[in-house]
């Protein structure tokens, strides 16, 4: 649904990655085609059609849409994959006795400690996801799982280096995003204890790896993981080419002079641009015309809920919980951030 | 997932990343890669064992067949990228995108020596901020030399450009310089120029978002092909 919704296509664009999808329902049925098989005729085709592809894909608009598409794809695909073995090490090998042993009993205790815990994790947001998911597969109390999911990508220290480069001018910005991210963080385990159902929770049905040796299993994971989770990140780094190819950014001046608005306009556009939170500093610092507290917002919301975490977060946890996880998060992310603001900045 | 695994490699080998990402992911890029293309070999070796042990104790096989779940529905949506990665190769953002954004100026610390080299080479970056915030005084009034991609705004008046990113191209913002002074006389957008020209006051600003946009007296312009990275990624970093 998002190939036919995100461009305006010519027709030629339109039937070239259709057939995967049809296809692939068929092959289920009537499993006559493999999936090489079907691969190879699909590249084959590709090649076939590639001058009037070419052409419909000719427009300076579809053009920049493709660079911003491959260029987020390429740039997560690294992290991704490395968030891939990590949790693939930490299902394979890791066993479940140690998280026992090494967070607190107490849920509402092992939420703040896995929150700061994310801080260890050098990677953006793509990598947070699937360990995340592997925790929660690990026994790990979901609470604190998702504080370490929200926590990780804000509050590790490569992010709050590029953040302490692109303000110069405000130190304090650093210390503002470390507090606010991680006080968000463990708000929603805290919330999710309270209120979370762990029906909502769809766990990715991974097939215990009974009978298989480590390394098999170690692999499977890994091939499963990337091709799920790289599938999502293709969704959203087609949402998020689309907006930052089609929406013009005139609309921003008009929202940046009253400060409720301000805060708003910048927390919807940190969900809709789906930055790397190892870049997104410096996103914010560009846009002068807004205030501290919301550039503050920006960067707060971006890492723990954009377009591309949403997918990636509906695919591993299922889409019930996004569904509910999501606005959660964006609230609070958006009140802890201005309230961090208010005190701080 | 082995194609995907060699687009990378190849991406990363040839520097066709340059046109997506900072140089510093190449590493990065090349090792995630090798990672995938080491998973794909050890599911095919896995499977094939699977398949000789099925071919050995033959009730087997129905097992071993439920056993290998097939891949998700949405991974075939990796095939997207992969296919415009492979096949059509978008270029670097060009004026399109640089019209549509405000210039990302912002104050430097302080303004190093200039080259020694007459005209001097600066990049738009150094010049813009130079003439921009320091009225052009660190420039003492020497020639200088800059290159970039040439932007049309819906008046047809001419700016030189240069995307500066930090991370991948989604973050790239422009930076730009209006140009005035003898031009060539047939301006094509997203052609790459190398212009000399003088420090002059005047200043424009971006309809966008109101930053700073210097002029520069252009007193001579030569195309040149596409630079090896077309980014700008000297800044901020």
């Given at each position: 649904?998002?190939?036919?919704?995100?461009?305006?296509?010519?027709?030629?664009?339109?039937?070239?990655?259709?057939?995967?999808?049809?296809?692939?329902?068929?092959?289920?049925?009537?499993?006559?085609?493999?999936?090489?098989?079907?691969?190879?005729?699909?590249?084959?085709?590709?090649?076939?059609?590639?001058?009037?592809?070419?052409?419909?894909?000719?427009?300076?608009?579809?053009?920049?849409?493709?660079?911003?598409?491959?260029?987020?794809?390429?740039?997560?695909?690294?992290?991704?994959?490395?968030?891939?073995?990590?949790?693939?090490?930490?299902?394979?090998?890791?066993?479940?006795?140690?998280?026992?042993?090494?967070?607190?009993?107490?849920?509402?205790?092992?939420?703040?400690?896995?929150?700061?815990?994310?801080?260890?994790?050098?990677?953006?947001?793509?990598?947070?996801?699937?360990?995340?998911?592997?925790?929660?597969?690990?026994?790990?109390?979901?609470?604190?799982?998702?504080?370490?999911?929200?926590?990780?990508?804000?509050?590790?220290?490569?992010?709050?280096?590029?953040?302490?480069?692109?303000?110069?001018?405000?130190?304090?910005?650093?210390?503002?995003?470390?507090?606010?991210?991680?006080?968000?963080?463990?708000?929603?385990?805290?919330?999710?204890?309270?209120?979370?159902?762990?029906?909502?929770?769809?766990?990715?049905?991974?097939?215990?790896?009974?009978?298989?040796?480590?390394?098999?299993?170690?692999?499977?994971?890994?091939?499963?993981?990337?091709?799920?989770?790289?599938?999502?990140?293709?969704?959203?780094?087609?949402?998020?080419?689309?907006?930052?190819?089609?929406?013009?950014?005139?609309?921003?001046?008009?929202?940046?002079?009253?400060?409720?608005?301000?805060?708003?306009?910048?927390?919807?556009?940190?969900?809709?641009?789906?930055?790397?939170?190892?870049?997104?500093?410096?996103?914010?610092?560009?846009?002068?015309?807004?205030?501290?507290?919301?550039?503050l917002v920006f960067l707060v919301v971006g890492p723990m809920i954009d377009l591309k975490l949403f997918a990636m977060q509906a695919g591993t946890?299922?889409?019930?919980?996004?569904?509910?996880?999501?606005?959660?998060?964006?609230?609070?992310?958006?009140?802890?951030?201005?309230?961090?603001?208010?005190?701080?900045? | 997932?082995?194609?995907?695994?060699?687009?990378?490699?190849?991406?990363?080998?040839?520097?066709?990343?340059?046109?997506?990402?900072?140089?510093?992911?190449?590493?990065?890029?090349?090792?995630?890669?090798?990672?995938?293309?080491?998973?794909?070999?050890?599911?095919?070796?896995?499977?094939?064992?699977?398949?000789?042990?099925?071919?050995?104790?033959?009730?087997?096989?129905?097992?071993?067949?439920?056993?290998?779940?097939?891949?998700?529905?949405?991974?075939?949506?990796?095939?997207?990228?992969?296919?415009?990665?492979?096949?059509?190769?978008?270029?670097?953002?060009?004026?399109?995108?640089?019209?549509?954004?405000?210039?990302?100026?912002?104050?430097?610390?302080?303004?190093?020596?200039?080259?020694?080299?007459?005209?001097?080479?600066?990049?738009?970056?150094?010049?813009?901020?130079?003439?921009?915030?320091?009225?052009?005084?660190?420039?003492?009034?020497?020639?200088?030399?800059?290159?970039?991609?040439?932007?049309?705004?819906?008046?047809?008046?001419?700016?030189?450009?240069?995307?500066?990113?930090?991370?991948?191209?989604?973050?790239?913002?422009?930076?730009?310089?209006?140009?005035?002074?003898?031009?060539?006389?047939?301006?094509?957008?997203?052609?790459?120029?190398?212009?000399?020209?003088?420090?002059?006051?005047?200043?424009?600003?971006?309809?966008?978002?109101?930053?700073?946009?210097?002029?520069?007296?252009?007193?001579?312009?030569?195309?040149?092909?596409?630079?090896?990275?077309?980014?700008?990624?000297?800044?901020?970093?």
């Amino acid at each position: 649904m998002a190939i036919t919704e995100d461009a305006p296509p010519g027709p030629a664009e339109r039937t070239a990655p259709a057939p995967p999808s049809g296809a692939v329902a068929r092959e289920r049925e009537g499993r006559g085609l493999s999936s090489p098989l079907l691969l190879t005729l699909v590249l084959l085709l590709a090649v076939l059609a590639q001058s009037p592809l070419r052409g419909a894909l000719g427009t300076p608009l579809m053009q920049s849409w493709m660079t911003v598409f491959v260029a987020v794809t390429v740039q997560a695909l690294p992290f991704l994959v490395l968030g891939v073995l990590l949790s693939a090490a930490i299902a394979v090998f890791v066993p479940p006795s140690f998280f026992a042993r090494a967070l607190p009993n107490r849920p509402a205790l092992a939420v703040p400690v896995a929150g700061l815990a994310g801080a260890v994790l050098p990677g953006c947001e793509c990598a947070s996801v699937p360990v995340a998911g592997a925790l929660v597969r690990r026994g790990v109390t979901p609470a604190a799982a998702l504080a370490f999911l929200l926590s990780a990508p804000a509050i590790n220290p490569i992010v709050l280096t590029a953040t302490a480069v692109a303000f110069p001018r405000d130190p304090e910005m650093v210390l503002a995003r470390f507090l606010a991210s991680l006080l968000v963080a463990c708000a929603m385990g805290w919330l999710w204890q309270r209120l979370g159902r762990t029906d909502w929770l769809r766990p990715p049905a991974h097939g215990a790896h009974e009978g298989a040796t480590r390394g098999e299993a170690f692999w499977n994971s890994v091939r499963h993981d990337t091709m799920h989770a790289g599938g999502f990140l293709v969704l959203g780094a087609m949402a998020a080419a689309t907006l930052k190819a089609a929406v013009p950014a005139t609309w921003l001046r008009t929202a940046a002079d009253q400060p409720l608005l301000s805060v708003l306009a910048l927390a919807v556009l940190a969900v809709l641009l789906s930055i790397c939170s190892e870049a997104d500093a410096f996103v914010a610092a560009s846009l002068t015309q807004f205030s501290l507290t919301a550039k503050l917002v920006f960067l707060v919301v971006g890492p723990m809920i954009d377009l591309k975490l949403f997918a990636m977060q509906a695919g591993t946890f299922g889409r019930g919980f996004a569904l509910r996880f999501a606005p959660a998060t964006f609230a609070l992310a958006v009140g802890g951030a201005v309230l961090t603001g208010a005190v701080l900045l | 997932m082995f194609l995907l695994g060699a687009a990378l490699l190849h991406a990363g080998t040839t520097g066709l990343y340059l046109r997506y990402v900072k140089a510093g992911l190449q590493p990065l890029l090349l090792a995630s890669g090798v990672v995938l293309i080491a998973a794909a070999a050890a599911t095919a070796w896995y499977e094939r064992r699977a398949a000789k042990a099925a071919g050995a104790a033959e009730p087997a096989t129905a097992e071993a067949q439920a056993h290998s779940h097939p891949e998700p529905r949405i991974s075939w949506l990796l095939l997207l990228p992969l296919l415009s990665l492979i096949l059509v190769a978008p270029p670097a953002l060009g004026s399109y995108s640089a019209l549509r954004a405000g210039t990302a100026l912002q104050k430097p610390y302080g303004y190093g020596r200039l080259p020694g080299a007459n005209p001097a080479p600066l990049s738009v970056v150094d010049y813009a901020s130079r003439a921009a915030y320091d009225h052009g005084r660190s420039l003492h009034g020497r020639p200088v030399r800059v290159t970039g991609f040439l932007a049309l705004d819906h008046s047809g008046a001419p700016y030189l450009v240069r995307m500066a990113l930090n991370c991948c191209a989604a973050d790239a913002q422009p930076v730009k310089i209006a140009l005035t002074g003898t031009l060539p006389p047939v301006l094509r957008p997203d052609a790459w120029l190398e212009v000399t020209g003088t420090y002059t006051p005047k200043l424009t600003h971006d309809p966008v978002n109101n930053g700073p946009i210097p002029y520069l007296k252009v007193t001579s312009a030569r195309p040149v092909p596409t630079p090896h990275d077309p980014y700008d990624e000297t800044w901020n970093n």
